[in-house]
């Protein structure tokens, strides 16, 4: 006879104990979608690296967030892709009231209302020429403050076409501050900004550069964080909290959990992490070689942000997965 008595087995016998001692649980509403929609195009064109994922037009758009709001999860977040002759050097389709990220803002807003958050990527990645996240100076380089008064006008402009919260995602010091102090003068107080405090320069990006026809070459090193420090992530914190972050984010998603962890540890405002194209590329190549157990592994990945501090999870699986919550016995 064994002289054991602590047996942790015991909590993992059947479904239903494992159920009852589950420490995270996953719910729609823990879930945002983020979205593409493209101009100038007549049906939803498939994302070759993202299967699954498409660039929508505007009209499936407002399917998909009609879809989006039905399953209950908590909100979308639109990336537009402008016509590629649109784009130039100061991405001037993020400024115009007739962009189409400001046109499908005021679409999904006509078609879900406040049953979902609606919420848009600040940046100038997608409608610059040169793809940078900013603009540049005379000797090619991403010029800091001259990309805040370009994020500060479209931020108004995005708020004005019916967004609710702002995703500033272009690592430039300040942006924030900046941008905030833009919405207030303009009177969009109730605008929020989730701010994405960690943000690092990730080869996982790869299939959005391709979602989002990014014109970048090169790379955002001298912007975005080096994989390297993990505490430095906090100085960006203290900075995003002092500017007036609302929430804050973390991203990539599961290379960085520890990230994630000592954030979440700290703040007194809602965490949220983004499970990024390449993290959703990898899964969804596994499964289809049948290397993976394709649902299984979308649940663990979305149970590891809640476990390790996320309150709310950007996926490309966020209303499929909703769906499986409401099937769930
Ligand atoms: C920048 C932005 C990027 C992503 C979201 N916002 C690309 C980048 O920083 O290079 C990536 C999202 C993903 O990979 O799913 N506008």
Known sequence: ??????????????AAMRRMVAETRLHPADLILPAFVREGIAE??????MPGVVQ???DSLRKAAATAAEAGIAGIMLFGVPEEAKKDAIGSPGTDPDGILQRALRDVRAEVGEELVIMSDLCLDEVTDHGHCGVLDERGRVDNDATLERYAEMAVVQAEAGAQVLGPSGMMDGQVGHVRRALDAAGHQDVALLAY????????????????????KGDRKTYQQDPANGREALRELELDLAEGADMVMVK??????????????????????????????M?????????????RAIEETLTAFKRAGADMILTY??????GRLGRRA
């Open 283 to 295: 899964v969804e190549a596994a499964a289809e070689k049948g290397w993976i157990d394709r649902d």
């Open 44 to 49: 939803p064109a498939p994302i070759g690296t």
């Open 252 to 281: 990539p998603g599961l290379p960085y959990l520890d990230v994630l962890r000592r954030v979440a540890d700290v703040v007194t405002v809602p965490v949220a992490a983004y499970q990024i194209s390449g993290e959703y590329a």
């Open 56 to 58: 929508h037009t505007r």
């Open 1 to 14: 006879m064994s002289e054991l008595t602590e047996r942790p087995r015991r909590l993992r016998t059947t």
């Open 317 to 322: 699986w966020a209303t499929e997965f909703a």
């Open 197 to 216: 405090t960690a943000k690092y320069a990730s080869a996982f990006y790869g299939p959005f550069r391709e979602a989002v026809n990014s014109s970048l």
